[in-house]
């Protein structure tokens, strides 16, 4: 599907992707790509705007990242954010040099001269700074638009072509009017126009799966999170019957789960299939101990079974909910259309010989909430906080026992049911209970008592690369500890993970 984009040349800034979200906010679609893009390539997606993104290098330094020079021949408006701005000034002539006072956070910026990007916008205003380096010197042609008091040349312009450079970085929440200088540098400068929404997406992407797809059959692995859902329901649309979900059951859902799932793709109508294989992957666990061989057990086996569905089926097309996160971060800074290796479902494709199907490959999480919203997808699945492949085998510290199972499933429903009742669920980026491998010694009406350890964690993350561990309320704590206590048998302790990630990680093994 062709498509005019923003074209975001990425130089490894951690914040492209909300660069590219940003733009998509506007109603514009953008890409991020590699900045040593072609300028056959860039000129090829007649893009409306192209924007250079910070990143960590120093442009002075030997092999420093930079674009193809003629980019800025090219007449295309361009506006360089942070390293992007010291990339234009050190490719057009002026100079860059290390930074005697380094900026981080805060700045105070003041708009010296009237400009489109700053149309509608206060001449003082607070910018969220992060550099070490800063331009000391304008390359000929150029103007200051603004200053900071640490960075002279914060705004710069070309005195005759579309070509910007800010020191700041306008797509994080911290900048103030950062959306508006966004949009005026896109609307206003580069006329771009909107052709980015969820209901026009949605109508072609449905065409193009059904293209793709012809008569072939297709499956899908289902979790009952958003991804797979999503996928899922789009592509029924486009292929109906031909079409079948698996939702493989592998003892190792939370308390009520497989049900739930299943009712939920009932009441939509769709193809779907639940193989209930508990027995068969808690028979594999027996015995196993070790974190990493645990995942790989629940993961061949899961692959063994699906394989089955898959062939009875006679699948030619494996649909999976891969989303543009992935998809960067698999390509890196390299860029490069480097498809992710390691898929939802490990392996899946290249060893089942199946043609791949991901149709929400350009979308952002939050875009694929908004089209399941669309599809009719129900709330619940739409919210649902994240949930390890693997399950429970993960969070029963050691040996996954049948009974321990049972005592988990009741204390982490306790703790969802009490977040959900507080209003506290979403407003955290994913919750769950632990069961710890040790006893504790408690003191229940009188009885000294020699039981199990419970662990609550709760943590705040975008995407669950780093994380901190979500204050929640005394209150709330208390009266969850209180429940889990009295109402699960077999505990007498509960804690509260406070460790954010890094060091800890998210999930206990
Ligand atoms: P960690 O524990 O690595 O978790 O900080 C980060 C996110 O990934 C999830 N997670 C997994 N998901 N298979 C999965 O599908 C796994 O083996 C796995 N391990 C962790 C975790 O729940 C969190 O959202």
């Known amino acids: 599907m062709r ?45 409306y705007a192209l924007i250079l993104s910070g990143g960590p290098a120093s442009v002075y330094t030997q092999g420093a990242p930079l674009p193809d020079e003629r980019i800025y021949t090219l007449g295309i408006p361009i506006l360089g954010i942070c390293y992007g701005l010291q990339a234009i000034t050190h490719q057009l002539g002026g100079t860059v040099e ?5 900026e981080y956070g805060r700045a105070r ?14 001449k003082n205003f607070d910018v969220w700074m992060s550099h070490a380096d800063k331009v000391s010197k304008l390359p000929r042609d150029f103007e200051i638009l603004a200053k900071s008091e640490n960075s002279p040349y914060a705004v710069i312009k070309h005195k005759l072509k579309p070509i910007y450079g800010v020191q700041f970085h306008p797509e994080v929440s911290h900048t103030q009017y950062g959306k508006e200088i966004l949009a005026n540098f896109l609307f206003k400068v580069a006329k771009a126009e909107k052709n980015w929404k969820m209901e026009n997406f949605l109508e072609e992407k449905v065409k193009e799966v059904r293209e793709q797809v012809g008569n072939k059959k297709v499956i899908c692995a289902l979790s009952g999170g958003v991804d797979s859902t999503v996928a899922f329901v789009l592509t029924y649309r486009a292929v109906g019957n031909n079409l079948l979900g698996v939702f493989v059951d592998h003892g190792l859902l939370r308390k009520g789960e497989a049900q739930e799932v299943e009712k939920h793709f009932k009441q939509m109508g769709l193809p779907f299939k639940r193989v209930n294989a508990s027995k068969l992957f808690l028979e594999r666990l027996k015995g196993v101990e070790d974190p990493e061989e645990k995942r790989r057990i629940v993961g061949h086996t899961f ?18 909910g891969t989303l543009y996160p992935d998809v960067v971060e698999s390509a890196g800074i390299e860029g490069a259309q480097v498809i992710k290796t390691h ?34 997808v129900p709330k619940e699945i739409l919210e649902r906080h994240p949930f390890p492949g693997p399950g429970l085998a993960i ?20 703790f969802i049911e009490e977040l959900k009742k507080a209003g506290l669920y979403n407003k955290v980026w994913q919750a769950f ?77």
């Open 109 to 122: 910026l003041e708009v010296l001269k009237e400009d489109p990007l700053f149309e509608g916008l206060p």
């Open 3 to 47: 498509r005019k984009a923003v074209l975001i040349l990425n130089f490894g800034s951690q914040y492209v992707q909300l660069i590219a979200r940003r733009v998509r906010e506007l109603g514009i679609y953008s890409q991020i790509v590699p900045f040593y893009l072609s300028l056959e390539k860039i000129m090829e997606n007649e893009p």
């Open 395 to 414: 969070r029963i510290l050691g040996e996954v026992k049948e009974e321990d199972l049972e005592i988990l499933r009741e204390a982490d429903a306790i």
């Open 303 to 320: 692959v063994e079974v699906f394989e089955k569905e898959a062939k009875e089926f006679g699948a030619q097309v494996l649909l999976q």
């Open 433 to 509: 209970a632990v069961l710890l491998p040790v006893k504790s010694v408690g003191v229940m009406g009188d009885v000294r008592t020699y039981e199990r350890v419970v662990g609550l964690r709760a943590v705040d993350s975008t995407d669950g690369m780093t994380a901190d561990w979500s204050k929640l309320p005394y209150d709330f704590l208390d009266r969850v500890m209180r429940r889990i206590i009295n109402e699960v048998k077999g505990i007498n302790r509960v804690v509260y993970d406070i460790s954010s990630k890094p060091p800890a990680t998210i999930e206990w093994e």
């Open 98 to 102: 290390r930074a005697q006072k380094q």
């Open 343 to 376: 898929h939802n479902v490990g392996g899946l494709p290249e060893r089942m010989a199946l043609e791949l199907l991901e149709p929400l490959r350009e979308l952002f999480k939050d875009e694929v909430r908004e089209l399941g919203k669309l599809l009719g």
